[in-house]
């Protein structure tokens, strides 16, 4: 019986793809690598690999501790590379909560509510970031997070550098 | 040419093959051991039945999808969300300049049932149409009995998170979801959910790949997690796309595992406009003005991300949006 190898990417072993131009313009597939983009972000910003009028997909270098953050809705972080931990609680009666309408912003300490738990996540897990909660990540070493959530005041978008733009 | 001609005529006498034939307006469908013909008032198509079977059995199960479910370089169906355009040469170019191009509108639920009627006669017994072409019996030779298990099956669709207290339930063996044989590597681990009393249902994760790597079908997006109108709909891939999708909004992909190919032709005319291979990692648009249809040499696992906003093709069309996602 033959044996299958399924391929996933990581930030240490990936070889993006290609656009062979037949008559288009590669900048209207907006095309990238998550892991390329990770590979040169700061740890925990947040850069949009696609997007939807106001909904985005982050690609998002874990490494070290992030600050804790907040949004208006759902949220949901799938691990692409590496381990994650989410660190998950209740946001407290003097906790500033979300400031904008769409995306998630930070929080400037430790949120006052009680503890929801904990999520350690590993390449292919998926965590659920309620809404009405904040969530801090923690990985130890360098992970990539793909992060579904709407585009908010610190999603960076920095198409020109990170899309295929010539064929 | 356009009409609109809500006429459906149901099976009569089955043929020598014991096959029925189906009306729909003016469309004629039918089909022997091989082929199925389908014959408008300007001309005639014949198609492999596997292959129309294939894609019959998308366009029932997705409710018609997002914009154009092409069965082929010829016939097809357009969703307008409330009715469905049924048409033949409408998106060839050489079958419009010749004028033999051919379109009736129905609404959703005749042209559907229609359809469901003409899927479950046609498929036999031990033919999966959502299956890899390894996975499945044939779908040739006379009528022997049915697969409506198959053809019915249910269509995952979240309403916040696979695995969610009351939501779409994790795949395991014993609800009839083995690992598949492309996906016997893939880590069938679990998070680890520590949560304080009282917040168990919100504390949740689940093992996304896992999940996907037991689906028992092919080329069928399924809502997994939902934020708005923003739906995560991962599927996995083997063989060809049995339709080319021609877009009406703006849809990514996001390769998860191994290889695809995408061809992608320009939506109204089918020429041809680049071809796009995505590897792990990768992310692409398709933008709302062509149609894609997709090759995978090995399962595949595909991230794609749609945008359910019922207002988009409407702001695209009268060109308040522009048809891509990103103008530099």
Redesign the interface.
């Known amino acids: 019986m033959k044996t299958y190898t399924t391929r996933f990417g990581s930030l240490a072993d990936y070889q993006k793809g290609t656009i062979d131009l037949i008559d288009d313009d590669p900048k209207r597939y907006a095309f990238s690598n998550i892991f390329e983009v990770a590979s040169t972000s700061r740890p925990y910003e947040k850069v949009a690999v696609g997007k939807n009028r106001q909904y985005v997909v982050e690609a998002i270098r874990a490494e070290g501790t992030s600050e804790w953050r907040t949004a208006p809705h759902d949220e949901f972080a799938l691990v692409m590379d590496g381990e994650v931990e989410v660190r998950l609680r209740k946001l407290g009666p003097d906790d500033i909560g979300p400031t904008a309408e769409r995306g998630s912003n930070a929080l400037p300490g430790t949120p006052g509510g009680p503890k929801m738990g904990r999520v350690i996540a590993r390449r292919g897990h998926m965590t659920l970031l309620p809404v009405g909660a904040a969530y801090q990540f923690h990985a130890a070493r360098p992970a990539v997070i793909l992060l579904q959530t709407q585009d908010g005041p610190d999603t960076v978008h920095k198409w020109a550098e990170i899309i295929q733009t010539v064929g | 040419m356009s009409v609109t001609a809500p006429i459906q005529t149901g099976p009569g006498e089955a043929n020598v093959d014991g096959y029925h034939s189906f009306r729909l307006g003016e469309f004629k469908f039918s089909r022997d051991e091989y082929f199925v013909y389908v014959e408008w008032p300007t001309g005639k198509h014949v198609m492999s039945a596997d292959a129309f079977l294939r894609a019959l059995q998308r366009d029932v199960a997705w409710q018609f999808f997002y914009g154009i479910v092409n069965f082929d370089g010829v016939v097809g169906t357009v969703n307008h969300y409330g009715t469905v355009d049924l048409f033949a040469g409408r998106y060839n170019d050489v079958y419009r300049k010749a004028e033999l191009d051919h379109l009736e509108n129905f609404s959703t639920a005749l042209i559907k049932s229609t359809f469901e009627e003409m899927l479950d006669d046609w498929t036999n017994d031990g033919f999966d149409p959502f299956a890899s072409p390894t996975e499945t019996g044939s779908a040739f030779g006379i009528k022997r009995g049915n697969n409506r298990a198959a053809i019915t099956r249910h269509r995952v669709t979240a309403a916040?998170?696979v695995s969610?207290p009351g939501d779409e339930p994790l795949r395991t063996n014993d609800n009839g979801h083995p690992i598949n044989?492309?996906?016997?590597?893939?880590?069938q681990?679990?998070?680890?959910?520590?949560?304080?009393p009282g917040?168990e249902a919100?504390?949740?994760?689940?093992?996304?790949?896992?999940y996907l790597?037991r689906s028992q079908v092919t080329w069928n997006p399924s809502v997994?997690?939902?934020?708005?109108?923003?739906l995560?709909c991962p599927t996995t891939e083997e063989y060809i796309l049995p339709i080319i999708h021609g877009n009406d909004?703006?849809e990514?992909f996001?390769?998860?595992?191994?290889?695809l190919i995408w061809q992608?032709e320009d939506r109204d005319t089918g020429?041809?406009?680049?071809?796009?291979?995505?590897?792990?990692?990768?992310?692409?648009?398709?933008?709302a003005d062509i149609r894609h249809q997709g090759y995978a040499p090995?399962?595949a696992m595909l991230l794609v991300?749609?945008?359910a906003?019922p207002d988009?093709p409407a702001l695209i069309s009268s060109g308040q949006?522009p048809s891509?996602?990103?103008v530099?």
């Open positions: 916040r998170m969610m044989r492309h996906f016997l590597d893939v880590p681990d679990e998070p680890v959910k520590e949560a304080e917040f919100e504390v949740n994760a689940f093992n996304f790949f896992a790597s997994v997690s939902v934020c708005g109108d923003s995560y909004r703006v990514w996001i390769q998860l595992s191994d290889e992608v020429a041809a406009l680049a071809k796009v291979t995505m590897r792990p990692g990768d992310v692409a648009a398709m933008p090995k399962r991300w749609e945008n906003d988009l949006l891509v996602p990103i530099i």
